[in-house]
């Protein structure tokens, strides 16, 4: 007859395995959420400081520095804004084997686009996993269309408002300064906008773009650490704002080809007012929505930026911006949505086949 103490230590080990199985793989998922925010900043740096470096008026050293801080600072301030929605909004609740397979996929499409040179939003990517996931594992019962629905238009409006916006602000601002004469201080004066404008810029990617990486995390998270759905989010944010920061520093430089040179050609006032309509659009679509709905929307930041550029292009002349690139970009964002839903699907159903995780 096996003693006491035996079945203790037995009960002990078994429940350790299954704790252990739950902690390696939330372990390897918040790698893959690294690794994703890593290549975040090193893509991505060029979508707030593409115009003031395509402008010439700062250098790409310290740009990808600017980009880093205030990334960093807009991630860990207003990350949790989209991370909520990205984590608790689409779905209710993401498993642990829901969050490792959304990494996977989500790094799987990402580099596949990559490799094909193909141009891809993290975001669509981001928010295609998460509706794949929950469509195999709830069906579509388990899917909240309201924020659903809201993340849908937001996407349909942020380019029309980008377009819009920076249309306008760059036929208002010829306006004011048609008479006036180029001195000196009147570069200067729009170098150092733009300048705030690509701090601004980065601001709101790092508030709106963290949760790509580091959203699907947010219940797990929270029933392991035992802690409240804020400071596991922070946590997220802080993870995340990291990764995209070094990425940034270290990678961005090599990857920073102006978006604006290949579209539309750009002088510092279309880069000014381009990079401030991107960074006013994307800041109005994180916050705005939290502070009615509860959930930031989580937009496309490089098509916020593209269509800045398209708007300033338009207003200066129809016929500079390349229509072709952007109906390969289009393409590209269309294809994103169906392709990462059944790769997640796939990935989710092999893991759950070969893992066996308790409930936490």
Not at 14 to 22: C, F, K, P, Q, S
Not at 84 to 104: L, P, R, W, Y
Not at 193 to 214: E, K, P, Q, R
Request: glycine fraction near 8%; include cysteine; charge should be positive.
């Amino acid at each position: 007859m096996p003693i006491k103490i035996n079945e203790k230590y037995q009960w002990i080990n078994e429940a350790g395995v299954l704790i252990d199985t739950v902690m390696i793989l939330l372990t390897i998922g918040l790698l893959l959420s690294f690794l994703l925010s890593l290549s975040l900043g090193a893509n991505d740096a060029a979508t707030p400081t593409d115009c003031a470096v395509g402008a010439g008026v700062i250098s790409i050293k310290r740009a990808v520095f600017l980009f880093a801080v205030f990334t960093f600072i807009g991630a860990v301030t207003q990350g949790f804004m989209v991370i909520k929605t990205i984590g608790k909004g689409i779905v209710n609740e993401i498993d642990i084997v829901g969050a490792v397979s959304i990494s996977i996929a989500t790094s799987i499409w990402v580099l596949y686009c990559s490799y094909k040179g193909l141009d891809v939003s993290v975001t669509h990517s981001s928010i295609g996993c998460v509706t794949g996931y929950g469509l195999i594992a709830y069906g579509f019962s388990g899917l909240n269309y309201d924020v659903i629905k809201n993340v849908v238009i937001s996407w349909v409006t942020s380019p029309i408002c980008a377009i819009s916006l920076s249309y306008t602000l760059y036929k208002l601002t010829m306006k004011i300064l048609m008479n006036k004469p180029w001195t000196y201080r009147l570069e200067k004066v729009i170098s150092y906008l733009l300048i705030f404008s690509l701090c601004f810029s980065a601001y709101s990617f790092g508030a709106n773009d963290v949760g790509n990486a580091t959203g699907a995390y947010v219940t797990v998270a929270t029933k392991i650490g035992k802690i409240p759905d804020y400071n596991t989010m922070l946590f997220l944010s802080i993870l995340g704002a990291t990764g995209i920061a070094i990425g940034g520093l270290f990678w961005g430089r090599r990857v920073i080809e102006t978006v604006a040179l290949k579209i539309t050609r750009i002088d510092a006032i279309m880069g000014m007012i381009a990079e401030l309509s991107n960074a006013l659009v994307v800041y109005l679509f994180t916050t705005i929505p939290y502070m009615i709905f509860g959930f930031g929307m989580p937009i496309s930041t490089s098509i916020a930026s593209n269509s800045s550029i398209i708007g300033v292009g338009l207003a200066k002349d129809y016929k500079a911006v390349n229509y072709r690139t952007i109906l390969k970009l289009v393409i590209g964002w269309l294809s994103t949505l169906p392709m990462t839903m059944l790769i997640t699907a796939i990935v989710y159903i092999t893991l759950k086949t070969i893992v066996t995780v308790p409930q936490i």
